[in-house]
């Protein structure tokens, strides 16, 4: 089935939402990951309005899908869209990164029990999600309904496990596993293929047996069709590679890696990144 205009409206919306959580939350805490946060905000619309299955009033739902952030930094995407999906109240973003707070500047799952695992550790969080899906097999059998979702940065795969973890997952045939790779080639020190090229990205995914896609990451129609066709496959794992523009949202900061690691915090950024939460609240309050 194709999405509806009406879900995808509702998606758009959703996105928007947390775009402006999160650089609100960041202006508040003055610190933290802008630029990979806001270019997953249409994913994570997609995944906690529409893709996964799951209960915020049912956290610990048994057949639950399991959703495990890699790429720990742009945790506050996380926390927007648990929020705004009514696991805890949206107000309390604006504690992000302050002492005591449930929203750590990586997630911990001590301070957030929701969360599937901690991370932080570049490249961890394919391996951890390799051993949940081979685990729920082992347990389950293959008619396990529940499905293992793992979103990981482009930089974060200069990690040798993150390599580790893609040989075990294909040589397992682990059906029931879905890496989505934010491919938005920036770092924190320049981008990807400056710092330590990437490509042929598609081929080396390949070679490891996994099942390839290709998505625009600001699609929901693509992300529709790429999410089901993962799940039709039962031979091998599968890997969408989402095409995504860092700091979307905010046009003077997109695609400049120097937005990777810090939010605004001079009183012309602030002002240019509230200006953009006022033009997405207003069209939200438009539709």
């Known amino acids: 089935m194709t999405l509806s205009l009406e879900k995808i409206k509702l998606l758009e919306n959703k996105a928007a939402a947390i775009r402006c959580s999160v650089i609100e939350s960041l202006i508040e805490a003055k610190s933290g990951h802008l630029a990979g946060a806001l270019g997953m905000a249409d994913i994570f619309s997609y995944l906690y309005f529409h893709g996964l299955r799951h209960d915020p009033k049912k956290p610990s739902w048994e ?18 869209a648990l929020a705004h999906a009514g696991y805890f109240p949206v107000s309390e973003l ?10 750590q500047g990586h997630p911990q799952k001590e301070f957030l029990p929701i969360l599937e695992t901690s991370s932080g550790p570049l490249g961890s969080g394919l391996s951890q999600t390799v051993g ?3 685990a729920d097999r082992i347990d389950n059998g293959r008619s396990s309904s ?3 979702y793992c979103l990981m940065s482009d930089g974060e795969l200069d990690e040798g496990n993150s390599w580790e973890g893609a040989m075990l997952a294909g040589k397992e045939k682990l059906q029931n596993l879905t890496v989505i790779v934010d491919r938005n080639d920036i770092q924190i020190s320049g981008y990807t293929e400056d710092v330590m090229p990437l490509n042929p990205l598609v081929d080396k995914w390949r070679a490891w047996n996994w099942h ?5 990451g600001h699609d929901f129609s693509d992300m529709d069709r790429a999410i089901g066709e993962a799940q039709a496959i039962f031979d091998k794992p599968s890997v969408i590679i989402a095409y995504t523009i860092p700091s979307k949202g905010i046009p003077e900061f997109e695609r400049k890696y120097e937005w990777h690691g810090k939010p605004p915090t001079s009183p012309g950024d602030i002002e240019i990144a509230l200006q953009a939460v006022r033009e997405m609240r207003k069209r939200i309050g438009d539709t």
Not at 64 to 80: K, M, T, V
Not at 95 to 103: A, D, M, Q, V, Y
Not at 212 to 216: A, L, S
């Open 94 to 103: 604006k504690t992000l990164r302050k002492f005591g707070s449930h929203l």
């Open 63 to 80: 057949y639950r899908d399991r959703l495990i952030l890699s790429n720990g930094h742009i945790c506050p995407a996380l926390y927007a």
């Open 132 to 134: 949940m899906a081979l």
């Open 212 to 216: 390839v896609q290709e998505i625009d």
């Open 146 to 148: 529940r499905r293992f």
